[in-house]
Every structure is written in C-alpha cells, then in structure tokens.
Nanobody
Framework: QVQLVESGGGLVQAGGSLRLSCAAS????????MGWFRQAPGKERELVAA????????DYGDSMKGRVAISRDNAKNTVYLQMNTLKPEDTAVYYC?????????????????WGQGTQVTVSS
C-alpha cells in the first residue's frame, strides 16, 4: 500500500506556471507507475500526465499536452508535474495516483491509490 500527498497547488494568473509535487510513502515507490489526473466541477477525471516506474516512458493527455512535463525522483519518492502557460480552463483539482505496474495507465480505473488532491485555480 502507498500513501500519496500532493502539494504545490494554488491561485495563479493565466499564462503563469505551477509545479505540483506528490510525495509517496509506504510501499516501494519504484514498484509503481505514477499519474497526474485532474477533475473540474461537473466533469470526469482526466489524465494530465503519467510516467512509468523507471521514468523512461511518459504519456500525456490531450488537454495539456505541450504545456506540462511529468518527472519523478525515485530517491525522494516524489513525482512532479510542471505546468506552464496555464489557462482558466485548467482550473481543477489535481490528483496524484499510483499504479502497481511498470507502465503508466491512461485511465483513472487503472490506478490503485490516490491522493487527496490539490486545487489549482487559474484566473483570467
């Protein structure tokens, strides 16, 4: 079992940047592929980015592709999401998730553990 805690969310102006962090504890971090998802009010949870347990393979959702980068530091049991050129439509709760598998998944149902989420609000 793994516990996930997100941080780094907040209020930012359109065009700005944020870096989210997700600290994992419990089970062996390198046994898990990691993902970032987001959910806006009234919308389904969607993939933002995902990374394999070794970090050699990444996937990005269409909504933020080209504006985000996922990375992980296995020595620190942490995964990051760098978000640039943020838009008001990026406003959502951002969740970190862990999948007990090498390859990252692209749908929420493929993930085994979830953090509580961190709010990102982008003002126009």
């Amino acid at each position: 079992q793994v516990q996930l805690v997100e941080s780094g969310g907040g209020l930012v102006q359109a065009g700005g940047s944020l870096r989210l962090s997700c600290a994992a504890s419990g089970d062996t971090f390198t046994s898990y592929a990691m993902g970032w998802f987001r959910q806006a009010p009234g919308k389904e949870r969607e993939l933002v980015a995902a990374i394999s347990w070794g970090g050699g393979s990444t996937d990005y959702g269409d909504s933020m592709k080209g504006r985000v980068a996922i990375s992980r530091d296995n020595a620190k049991n942490t995964v990051y999401l760098q978000m640039n050129t943020l838009k008001p439509e990026d406003t959502a709760v951002y969740y970190c998730a862990a999948r007990y598998y090498y390859y990252a998944g692209t749908t929420a149902s493929q993930y085994d553990y979830w953090g509580q989420g961190t709010q990102v609000t982008v003002s126009s």
